[in-house]
């Protein structure tokens, strides 16, 4: 009873050695007319407190029980629950309670279930122990346990704690809000609520429950509900808080912890704080402190020195249907966190329930910080894996939060979910995902289930999707650890995509994974292998697609990944740039399906994104299974204007193998290709294509855009190939394709190497296809180039109005084997007057070492090319080596005419071996010439220079600007500028101005016409000319023979059957034979030797013989052939034609001539050895 209504605080003491059971109603009166009294009470037995199941409280003031030995009041003294002489009514606010013994019964004991009669501010029934609304229930012991008992203060306070060893625990008085102060050092005892117990503070605003103890146990379906209740509130209104605290550890087992703003209520929520050593949530037990009013939702936020353990259970800070407002964040403060059995974090806006609409708030954020580790393991028993989920469901309104997760070790995720979506409406913004690592980060595949199978899901999942609305923009996802990011499943897939059927995309989110260790999105081990997806696309169906986020991979160690795509694609609508792609690696790089690309099929397309592949120390592979493009970045429009390709780069210390890269556009200019190698470089199994009219079948992977093919324009520009090596280039199997279908240029393709280079079975493809050019080629190696294999080459060809490109070789040594080919050649279809490709062999030693070629030539109406051949950096000499079958060919075969051959070298060439240097023509158009400038020239073994006709077109010219020696020798071995029989073009001619000139052992110059066409002419100025059996030759078979003019300043010396000859008419055929003039002082031949000059006829009429000589030996003018040396202009059917010798009669001493002895005279045995030296 308490005496007057000034009295603020009533102390009741219960003394003996027994605890209070507490059966009934407990409560104040005032001035004993039994009105309840406003005083606070307080129940105090230190040797425990007992509520029974029919337990109630009556007052109108707060309530403390405690099982405390004393209270202190300031510095007024302390009431003492043992002494009887300390009054129990006071007007002064208690400020402590003094535990100086612990009984091992001291507890405070809850199991109050009892109706009071009243109900709560939402207009529910209210059972067991209750304050008024906004005044504060404490109980503090010792433990505190409930079981199935209740308390109630709602917009008021619920504090439970207490001690398990002496110390004094402080009170804080403000109003009607009573809280406790615990010590630190003080050993706290426990506090559990089992079997259904409920602590409700839910109402019109505040409302606080805490919990201060060494362990909390709360499970068995047990309850704490605080925030706005149902339908009450005012946009000022807030909620208060829940708060546990724990020494030790906290468990929630299959119970709940809610501090809502509830259904039609206006305010924003509390927040949920966990203190706590550990901190244990399971048996499908929750934590929410979501909205589903006008408000924003609370926090939740979970601090444990040791590990924080989800199993089966979830925390939301949620906006749910039909709630407006922000959802709360989680934040996640622990040495280790586990989330297992489908536990789940959530602050997602949800979509529509029931008659309740969507939500309408941007999502929260999670916020993650463990010391340790944190892993998400495991699914539920209806197959929801473990995650974070922070987004914007369908058809709710506002931006998806973010997931930051940070870890001391190891990061092992399930679902980290930050999307926004919307089926009819728009979409917001993804979220952020990021997570750092100090250890390795596990990802894996999280699937989730329907009526017919298993359905893989986006395992970190930012983006932002619309059916019939527009996309927001894709969130970020980084990943940063210490070691390595593995995708222990192989089919992850991480989605920062922005993607529309009916409307706008936003712009793709970036997509970082950063590990000192390895990175690896796929399993390659797995039969069949599982492959993960990086995606940071933008993409729209009938609406417009914005840029494509970027992917960026930095690894320590290798880097293993599949399906990365950052493209910006439409149908209908136009879409922007591809994301840019970067990876990096300090070990090797296995990458495969990385787009970067820009594509509309209606619309105009932006450009494409760069794709940047760094592995410091080893290789760059792809899938050799792979069918179609693995590194691509085209900007392609059907129907309108695309931008730029993307440039592509790689740079490795190994190898670039097994991949197929693609870069284009279908209006501007294709991306430029990069390959660096800082060492040896081996390009194996590998395409390259720069531009190509392609049918692509665009797949965004999320079903935005049909399967279809894209019909390319052909207004796009090739890009460049650039490929260089500090080391050794190898091209094993490989190709390079930078050819034009349009009216724009082909790309230029430049290789270069300090050392040597290698085509095996490999190609350069750049050729015109239309009005654009073929574009230049360029190798370069410090060492020397080989060609091998039948399919290895380069082509520079051109099929339509565009010319062929040119072809510039550069190196000490270039070798051609088995079938290889250079090639710069104009086709049947070729049309452009132009002329074709140039060829430049820059090359002191050029090996043709098979039926190989290397051609300029023409097979249509367009001239060829002229090729060039000359040694490198100005070298003095070029030996040039021919097998049997090797050609070098600016040749025609069409109306066009052929191109010219050039060929020099500051000192001297030397050309060998049974292959072919021509400039010939077989169809209409003429021949070109040929032209070697040097001071020395050598032919042997067979070679053949030759500007010959086999058709109507002229034969060309071959001119050979010796200064010093040219030495022909070998079988086989010619110059020649013939005409071929069934021809109908004239010969060329043969000009050749060296100081000596040697033709033997079969070598032969030629001008000869066996067809139609008259032949050409020889023009030889030189010192010294020696034929040994050698012949100069301009016969013809029906048509007249051409002329040879000699010009000697020394000699002409003739041996073994040598031969000089403008004879028509072989083979029993008609035709005059050609003049021959010869300008010498001296002509020696051997009589025996049968070495001749002629100018005979068959049927027609011979041709004239004219000598200017001042002595001509062993070799005299006769009427016909004989077996001797002889000078005829003989015809058997026709009228002979002329001998003509300027010469001073030198008779004595032709005639003098006599045949050397077999045993010369020793002409130091005619010295006799007495001669005395004087």
Known sequence: VVPNNNIQNVLTRVTGNNPSEILGILGTISNRNFDPSNANLFLINPNGIVFGENATLDINGSFVGTTANGIEFGEQGFFSATNPETTPLLTVNPSAFLFSQIKQTASIQNNSVAPTGIIDPAGFNVFGLRVPDGKSLLLLGGNVNMNSGELNAYGGRVELGGLAETGTVALDINGNNFSLGFPDNVTRADVSLTNQAKVYVEANGGGDIVFNAGNVEITGGSFLSGGIGEGLGTPETVAGDITLNATGEITVADSSIFNEVRRDS????????????????????????????????????????????????????????????????????????????????????????????????????????????????????????????????????????????????????????????????????????????????????????????????????????????????????????????????????????????????????????????????????????????????????????????????????????????????????????????????????????LDSSSLSFKGNAGNGGTINLFARNNDIAGDENTIGMQLVSFALSEEQNGGRGGDITLKTKGSIRDLRILTESSNSISGTVQLTGSENLEIANTKIITSRQLSITEDSGIGAISNQPVDVSEKGQSGNVNITSNGNLTFNNSSIESDTKGENPAGNVNITSPGLIIFNNSTIVNDSNSTGDAGSINVSADRGITFTDSNSGIFARTSAEGKAGSITVNTPELTLSDQAQITATATKTATNTEGGGNITLNASKIDLAGIVGVFAETQGESPAGTLTLQPDNNKPNLDLTLALGAKISASTSGSGNGGDLLMSAPEAINISGQ??????????????????????????DGVEISASTESSGKAGNITLNVSEDITASGSGTGIFAITIEGSRGQGGNIIIDPITMTIRDGAKIAVDSQGEGTGGNVQLAAGLLTLDNGQISAETRTNTGGDINLNLEDLLLLRNGSKISTTAGNEQFGGDGGNIIINTPFIVAFPKENSDITANAFTGTGGEVKINSQGIFGIEPRTQQTAQSDITASSQLGVSGNVNLTTPDNSDIQNSLIELLENPIDSEALIASSCVVR
Request: no cysteine.
């Open 266 to 593: 206006r305010g924003n929520g509390g927040n949920i704080t966990v203190n706590a050593g550990s901190f244990n949530l399971a048996e499908g037990a929750a934590l929410a402190a979501s909205t589903f009013g006008e408000g924003k939702a609370g926090n939740v936020t979970l601090t444990a020195k040791d590990t924080i353990s989800l199993t089966d259970a979830n925390i939301f800070s949620t906006v749910e249907a039909g709630g407006v407002g922000n959802g709360g964040n989680i934040t996640v403060n622990a040495a280790n966190l586990t989330l297992r059995d489908g536990a789940q974090l959530l602050t997602s806006t949800r979509e529509a329930f029931g008659t309740q609409s969507a939500g309408k708030g941007d999502a929260g954020s999670v916020i993650i910080e463990a010391n340790g580790f944190v892993k998400f393991d495991g699914e539920d028993k209806d197959g929801f894996s473990s995650g974070v989920f922070s987004t914007v469901e369908d058809e709710a309104v506002g931006k998806a939060g973010n997931i930051f997760i940070k870890a001391g070790g190891d990061i092992s995720t399930g679902i980290l979910n930050s999307s926004s979506s919307s089926s009819s409406g728009n979409a917001g913004n993804g979220g952020a995902i990021s997570l750092n690592a100090g250890g390795d980060i596990f990802v894996k595949e999280t699937r989730i289930e329907t009526s017919l199978s298993f359905l893989s899901v986006a395992t970190l999942n930012s983006s932002s999707s619309s059916d019939s609305g527009n996309a927001g923009n894709g969130g970020a996802i980084s990943l940063n650890a210490g070691g390595d990011i593995v995708d222990s499943t192989g089919a992850t897939i991480l989605d920062s995509s922005s993607l529309s059927f009916r409307g706008n995309a936003g712009n793709g989110g970036a997509i970082t994974l950063n590990a000192g260790g390895d990175i690896s999105t796929f399993n390659k081990l797995s039969n069949p292998p599982f492959r993960g997806i990086l995606r940071s696309s933008s993409s729209s169906d009938s609406g417009n697609a914005r840029d494509g986020g970027g992917i960026i991979l930095n690894a320590g160690g290798n880097i293993f990944t599949y399906n990365l795509k950052s493209s910006s694609s439409s149908d209908s609508g136009n879409a922007r740039d591809g994301g840019a792609i970067s990876l990096k690696a300090g070990g090797s790089i296995f990458a495969n399906k």
């Open 915 to 940: 292959g072919k240097l021509a400039v010939e023509t077989t169809g209409t158009g003429d021949a070109g010439n040929i032209e070697i400038d040097t001071q020395k020239l050598t032919l042997s």
